[in-house]
């Protein structure tokens, strides 16, 4: 927290943060499955209560109260494993006698001669005194550690999802002949794989019968055409088309319909990751159908009966660092 940061700044970034890390949340709840789904729920859980407790935090020396450790200070939790960086510089602190002082809890006075230091000790009494907060932190690093082995062993035993699914889909690929062709992995790989697609698929002489909606203004021509061609054909077309797009945008989360317009405007001008709407809208402009080959279920298509080459892409869910992907399929 920023010293210079007012109380009015300090509650607005925090409503921020609040916002980011329900949007988060929300992503990580849609890409979890059933076996997964109780791990994302507990790191969710943690994610919340984990920015909670620093909230109260920076409020409570916002406001120049004392923050106290409570009557569970030597309880340890998953979250203390963030401040494992900081436990060193804690304990060196700790080791140096220079750095010792007497806490005077706020609102009393230190009284004199309470307490003798070991510079005035008499010599007999020469034992040392005991480092409380060192025996505290020693405890700590030691079950950090245990949690740190339980993680990892836990880890270890889960499947591997990566693994299993380009195993899967690299059998399918074999089989169907089939190439996987790599695509950036970012917001754009959906509308990436459908625009190599394209170039593959619909080029040459051959003069298809597409479907432009009338709001679009840019290239018609495919060698010409860019993600940001898809983008704005898929959302005028949506706009154009809306009673046929409206029931896939009920949120499941919100259990409202999003408004169409407002989620055109973000597909067109961001980068968004686009999925089942903008294939579906892209299938009707181009006149084709669109096959998604997936691991673990049957190819799903989209717009069957279309009369244009059919283009053909790849779906990942566990593969990507960045979560869900598209790939481009060529032919071998």
């Not at 060196?92 to 009284?111: Q, R, Y």
């Not at 949506?238 to 896939?248: A, G, M, T, V």
């Amino acid at each position: 927290m920023s010293v210079e940061e007012t109380q009015e700044q300090l509650l607005a970034r925090h409503r921020k943060e609040r916002k980011d890390l329900t949007n988060q949340i929300t992503s990580l709840k849609k890409q979890a499955s059933k076996k997964t789904r109780k791990q994302v729920n507990a790191r969710c859980l943690e994610l919340e209560q984990e920015l909670e407790a620093r909230h109260k935090s920076e409020l409570a020396q916002l406001n120049g109260e004392q923050v106290s450790d409570g009557s569970q200070e030597n309880e340890i939790t998953p979250e203390m494993l963030l401040q494992q960086l900081n436990l060193d510089n804690d304990n060196a602190s700790a080791s140096n006698p220079e750095s010792t002082a007497t806490v005077v809890p706020a609102g009393t006075t230190s009284t004199p001669n309470t307490e003798v230091s070991a510079d005035t000790q008499p010599s007999g009494q020469g034992k040392k005194r005991r480092n409380r907060q060192k025996e505290r932190l020693a405890k700590r690093e030691a079950e950090i550690a245990r949690i740190k082995e339980e993680a990892l062993k836990e880890a270890a035993e889960q499947p591997n999802l990566k693994e299993i699914e380009q195993t899967a889909l690299d059998e399918l690929c074999d089989v169907l002949k089939l190439k996987q062709i790599d695509i950036q992995p970012d917001g754009h790989c959906l509308f990436n794989s459908i625009l190599d697609q394209l170039k593959v698929r619909h080029a040459g002489d051959v003069s298809y019968d597409y479907d432009f909606p009338e709001q679009y203004k840019g290239a018609v021509n495919i060698t010409e055409m860019d993600v940001s061609s898809l983008r704005s054909l898929s959302a005028c077309y949506i706009r154009e088309h809306r009673d046929d797009f409206i029931p896939y945008l009920f949120d499941e989360n919100t259990m409202t319909i999003k408004d169409l317009d407002e989620y055109t405007k973000t597909m067109e001008t961001t980068a968004e990751w686009g999925g089942e709407v903008e294939i579906l809208a892209l299938s009707k402009v181009f006149g084709c159908p669109i096959s998604i080959l997936m691991s673990g279920r049957s190819t799903y298509k989209i717009n069957e009966g279309a009369k244009n080459p059919e283009l053909k892409l790849v779906y990942y869910k566990h593969s990507y660092t960045l979560g869900e992907h598209y790939n481009s399929l060529h032919d071998l």
